[in-house]
């Protein structure tokens, strides 16, 4: 069974008339399909009668409202209604001024000083950690023991879930939040309110776990919770289990996130080892994290960077005078034609410029066709046609391929050779990718799915080719 992806999606669209936009304190029962836990709120009824008498206030209010405004109109308010406009604009100043006082504070609180070494850093906290440091938000770690907090904070991941990622089956998402053999790590705003978290499933006898769902509320994404998130994960994994190794399936919007956080598409971990063990997901790259020794916190990470930093930059000083910043050149102030020679010019031999450098400075990084050629790429190996030609053809599966096929190709060694500019043409480009479909349909009988599949990606290339004016004639 093939599934759809599941990791982080951001999606702003909400769904008024769904059950999981009730905020969390306000739910009446969750319940799902499979037979996932029910939270009930035992204040329900206090809450009823709340906002009852809140209503009430407001009906009074609305009402006294509307005499006084008539009272003003027969005394002749309007005198009154023009000075309360200027007090107005006069709080709106006071607001504008409190907010950039409130943006100042929260800058300031983000600078920190570290002592190592005997020499003082400063460095830039994000404002998740800050956030940590005051008490607003703690980061859970919480899996089905049928006790009531735990299932309202793992309601609340599941509401995250099934609105950031909307492609998700939502039964699917209820099934393995509350699965007992799953464990999520939520970041949690005081007192309760979930604001995303990570749920994944560990397999400690094989030494790795398989990130299910990770997400972050729409509306909390530009505070650094996502990478914070992780941080911690990866601290707490390591010290509770024998786990080196994560693995996950990651769309387009998520492999940028996963990158970042020291994921990568190549798997060093044995097919042996996990094949089997987590589910394909069409349309998902798989991207697997190594986990350094247990002597580095994660959590440290920018602070180790910064010093790694510092540290070259003392072995550069130590070595050449690049870091010395000479005056401009005053010549140029007086006669903007004259020429100079590169030797006349303090400082630029010393570090290390020369001609044959500037001439391979100047020369394009990339081909005339790289960039069409990556983003037709992509298309085709997002495509839902691409699952076959992902990777090379598995020889213990498939003994006999090899004896058939003497030129094999795959999307996965295309991705490499453009990732490493070995296409110096748009037809050998075009060449490798025409070879996948050949091989295919070499190999396979025309009433099989890779042989109908090798025809409808062939034919999404050709028409993506033939909709590029500078690129349509390589059908001809």
């Given at each position: 069974m093939v599934d759809r992806k599941r990791v982080v999606r951001v999606d702003d669209d909400d769904d008024d008339d769904d059950e999981d936009d009730v905020p969390l304190n306000k739910k009446m029962k969750l319940e799902s399909k499979e037979s996932t836990p029910v939270v009930k709120d035992e204040e329900d009824e206090e809450d009823k009668?709340?906002?009852?008498?809140?209503?009430?206030?407001?009906?009074?209010?609305?009402?006294?409202?509307?005499?006084?405004?008539?009272?003003?109109?027969?005394?002749?308010?309007?005198?009154?209604?023009?000075?309360?406009?200027?007090?107005?604009?006069?709080?709106?100043?006071?607001?504008?001024?409190?907010?950039?006082?409130?943006?100042?504070?929260?800058?300031?609180?983000?600078?920190?000083?570290?002592?190592?070494?005997?020499?003082?850093?400063?460095?830039?906290?994000?404002?998740?950690?800050?956030?940590?440091?005051?008490?607003?938000?703690?980061?859970?770690?919480?899996?089905?023991?049928?006790?009531?907090?735990?299932?309202?904070?793992?309601?609340?991941?599941?509401?995250?879930?099934?609105?950031?990622?909307?492609?998700?089956?939502?039964?699917?998402?209820?099934?393995?939040?509350?699965?007992?053999?799953?464990?999520?790590m939520a970041v949690v705003r005081k007192p309760l309110t979930v604001v995303g978290g990570i749920t994944y499933r560990p397999f400690n006898n094989r030494e790795f776990a398989e990130i299910v769902f990770c997400a972050i509320s729409s509306t909390e994404q530009v505070r650094g919770y996502g990478a914070h998130l992780m941080n911690h994960l990866k601290d707490y994994v390591r010290a509770t289990s024998p786990i080196k190794y994560f693995l996950t399936y990651a769309d387009n919007y998520a492999i940028g996130y996963f990158k970042k956080q020291g994921f990568t598409k190549e798997i060093t971990l044995d097919k042996s080892v996990w094949m089997g063990y987590i589910k394909d997901y069409e349309g998902g790259t798989l991207m697997q994290c190594s986990?350094?020794?247990?002597?580095?916190?994660?959590?440290?990470?920018?602070?180790?960077?910064?010093?790694?930093?510092?540290?070259?930059?003392?072995?550069?000083?130590?070595?050449?005078?690049?870091?010395?910043?000479?005056?401009?050149?005053?010549?140029?102030?007086?006669?903007?034609n004259v020429t100079l020679d590169y030797k006349d010019i303090p400082g630029l031999s010393e570090a290390g410029w020369s001609e044959e450098m500037d001439k391979l400075a100047q020369k394009p990084k990339r081909g005339p066709h790289y960039n069409f050629m990556v983003t037709l790429f992509s298309e085709m190996q997002n495509h839902p046609s691409a699952w076959p030609f992902a990777v090379p053809v598995n020889k213990d599966e498939v003994p006999d391929y090899y004896d058939v096929i003497k030129e094999p190709m795959d999307l996965s060694t295309m991705e490499s050779k453009l990732e490493n500019d070995k296409y110096e043409s748009f037809e050998q480009f075009l060449y490798d990718a025409r070879l996948i479909f050949k091989n295919c349909r070499s190999y396979n009988s025309e009433s099989t799915t890779y042989y109908k599949n090798a025809n409808k990606l062939e034919k999404f290339m050709n028409n993506k080719i033939k909709d590029s004016a500078e690129y349509s004639h390589f059908l001809e």
């Open positions: 009668a709340q906002e009852d008498k809140v209503d009430g206030v407001k009906e009074e209010t609305r009402e006294t409202k509307v005499e006084d405004g008539n009272n003003e109109e027969e005394n002749g308010g309007g005198e009154e209604n023009e000075d309360g406009d200027e007090e107005d604009d006069d709080d709106d100043d006071d607001d504008d001024d409190d907010d950039v006082d409130d943006e100042a504070e929260e800058e300031r609180k983000r600078i920190t000083n570290f002592n190592f070494d005997g020499e003082i850093y400063t460095f830039k906290e994000r404002p998740s950690v800050i956030e940590e440091k005051e008490g607003k938000i703690e980061f859970r770690v919480v899996n089905n023991d049928n006790t009531k907090d735990s299932l309202i904070v793992l309601t609340g991941l599941k509401n995250i879930f099934q609105k950031q990622l909307p492609k998700m089956p939502r039964e699917y998402i209820s099934r393995l939040v509350y699965d007992r053999s799953h464990l999520s986990m350094l020794p247990s002597i580095l916190r994660y959590l440290d990470s920018g602070k180790i960077l910064l010093l790694q930093k510092a540290a070259i930059e003392r072995k550069i000083k130590s070595r050449s005078k690049s870091h010395i910043v000479r005056p401009g050149l005053q010549i140029f102030k007086t006669n903007r």
